[in-house]
């Protein structure tokens, strides 16, 4: 089952702006996994964050976690039009085994 | 990084056949394999979790007779749509994990089917 809702669904910027994406989560997790996903292919790893940590920094990548409001975000920075794309959030619950459970997504447009 | 690689990356077949799926983990052994099926536009849905050397872990809802699912070795996980009809077309990626169950999961490109 889907855990994660995404904020907005779709998200269209000009090349140099930032972008920020939300999910929101219902139950206790132990980290929350951050992926990005062009159009027919596979989805690329782009950040984990702990239940333990509120922040981090990949390149142009900012996450936050706040575990008390049970939402995470992502922020890209000066975005560019090789960041277009759909983003998805995905959940690793404490009971779940390791099982990742993905939010619905958010599709991403740079335009040049 | 860790890469994961799919084969075929398309297929299409006729209905009533059936068509296999191969997962592998080119530079790491991969003790758990999942398979997810993504319908377009849609976000991922987990069908079932493959052990080495174990049966696999189906989600609720998934059939197991109509989705086989081996996991031969550390590196392999097959998925095999059995009688395979036009509603399973979709997109199915297989992830594999390195290590404990809260590490990431390396997820490979995709395999297209398409079922006439």
């Known amino acids: 089952s889907q855990q994660g809702e995404e904020d907005p669904q779709a998200l269209s910027i000009q090349e140099g702006e930032n972008a920020t994406m939300n999910c929101s989560y219902k139950?206790?997790?132990?980290?929350l996994q951050w992926y990005r996903q062009n159009s027919g292919r596979g989805l690329v790893h782009l950040i984990l964050?702990?239940?333990?940590?509120r922040e981090k920094h990949s390149g142009r990548l900012r996450v936050t976690l706040d575990t008390s409001k049970k939402s995470s975000s992502l922020l890209i920075t000066a975005s560019r039009a090789a960041d277009t794309a759909s983003y998805f959030c995905a959940t690793v619950p404490t009971d779940s085994w390791g099982k990742l459970q993905f939010g619905a997504g958010t599709q991403v447009v740079v335009t040049p | 990084g860790a890469v994961v690689s799919q084969h075929p990356s398309r297929v299409i077949c006729k209905s009533g056949t059936s068509v296999k799926i191969e997962c592998r983990s080119l530079d790491f052994q991969a003790t758990t394999m999942f398979w997810y099926r993504q319908f377009p536009k849609k976000s991922l849905m987990l069908m079932a979790t493959?052990?080495?050397?174990?049966?696999?872990?189906?989600e609720q809802g998934v059939e197991k007779d109509k989705f086989l699912i081996n996991h031969a070795s550390l590196t392999l996980s097959t998925l095999t749509v059995t009688s395979a009809h036009p509603e399973d077309s979709s997109f199915y990626i297989c992830?594999?994990?390195?290590?404990?169950?809260?590490?990431?999961?390396?997820f490979g490109p995709g395999t297209r089917l398409t079922v006439l």
């Open positions: 493959s052990n080495e050397g174990s049966k696999a872990t189906y």
């Open positions: 139950t206790s997790i132990n980290n």
């Open positions: 964050i702990r239940s333990n940590e």
């Open positions: 992830s594999a994990r390195l290590g404990g169950r809260y590490n990431e999961q390396f």
